[in-house]
């Protein structure tokens, strides 16, 4: 990744959807981490914005070329992007369902918001094990709303651990639910 940290690698799920968020959109990676996803669209030419509680996470993001990183609690602060609509968002490995409706509304038309995150079920394979912290069955189906869903999975992966995960690329659609917006 060129110049940027060393980070553990993107998520197979969110290389696989990256080429579909239109050129030059700008990014935002929820709960970001690492940065992992943030460096990958970066490093794709899209402008990306990076948020994460954690003040070491985004301190080491901050300076990285084309990512805009904020430390803010987005579980107990005020929604930072209040008005401002991306070209994608991503999340993986997080999940507080109060933030449905801001994700979506967030989605320009044509956005792409490409999700990924732990499952019912996963407490037999490890952590997160809190049902609050795990998908229900179908429950990103219903969290996108009327966005045409290309692409849902509701299974068991080996990596890049043993879990149960639930993971949904979705684009909102203007005009008629349904159109192709490729």
Known sequence: MGEHLAVAAPSAWVQRWAPLVPAGGTVLDVACGSGR??????DRGHAVDAVDRDPAAITALAGQA???ALCADIENGLWPYAGRQFAAIVVTNY????????????????????YETFAQGNAAYGRPANPDFLLQRGELLRAVGPARVVAYEDLYV?????????RICAVVTAGVIGENPF
């Not at 996803?37 to 970066?42: I, R």
């Not at 080996?158 to 639930?166: D, H, I, S």
């Open 37 to 42: 996803h943030a460096l990958l669209f970066a």
């Open 66 to 68: 084309g990512i805009t």
């Open 95 to 114: 999940l507080h369902r109060p933030l449905f409706p801001a994700l979506m509304a967030a989605l320009a038309p044509g956005g792409v918001l490409i």
């Open 158 to 166: 080996e990596l890049p651990r043993p879990a149960m995960v639930q």
